[in-house]
Nanobody
Framework: VQLQASGGGTVQPGASLRLSCVAS????????MGWFRQAPGKEREFGAA???????YYANSVKGRFTISRDNAKNTVYLQMDRLSPEDTGVYYC????????????????????WGQGTLVTVSS
C-alpha cells in the first residue's frame, strides 16, 4: 500500500484545513487508517484513527476540533481540522494498519504498517 498525503498549508489561528490521503491498491477498505503529527522538535504523536469497521478515535488534544472520515470508493481518508491553533503546527502523516488491529492499539505508531510522506501544516498569525 502506498499513501499520498496532501492538503497542508499555512493558515491563521482559528482557520480550517482538510487533509487528504489517497491509498493505492484495491484493499483500502480492509485497513484501519490513522493520522499522526510531528511538531518541530517533538516526537510523533497520534491524532485520529478510523477503523476498517465502525469506530473513530481521537487524541484528547484534537477531540471536538478534528474529524477523520474515509471514502472507500476513492481510497481516501480525510482529516478535517477546525479551529486550528499554533499548537497544531507540524508534519501530518497518514498511516494504514491491518483491519484486525485492536482499537486500543490504533494510537500507537507501531501498529501501522504503511506511512505516507507527510504534509506540513503551519498555523501562525
Amino acid at each position: 500500500v502506498q499513501l499520498q498525503a496532501s492538503g497542508g498549508g499555512t493558515v491563521q489561528p482559528g482557520a480550517s484545513l482538510r487533509l487528504s490521503c489517497v491509498a493505492s491498491g484495491r484493499t483500502f477498505s480492509s485497513y484501519s487508517m490513522g493520522w499522526f503529527r510531528q511538531a518541530p522538535g517533538k516526537e510523533r504523536e497520534f491524532g485520529a484513527a478510523d477503523r476498517s469497521g465502525p469506530g473513530t478515535y481521537y487524541a484528547n488534544s484534537v477531540k471536538g476540533r478534528f474529524t477523520i472520515s474515509r471514502d472507500n470508493a476513492k481510497n481516501t481518508v480525510y482529516l478535517q481540522m477546525d479551529r486550528l491553533s499554533p499548537e497544531d503546527t507540524g508534519v501530518y502523516y497518514c498511516a494504514a494498519a491491518p483491519g484486525t488491529t485492536l482499537s486500543s492499539l490504533l494510537r500507537l505508531g507501531r501498529a501501522y504498517d504503511y506511512w505516507g510522506q507527510g504534509t506540513l501544516v503551519t498555523v501562525s498569525s
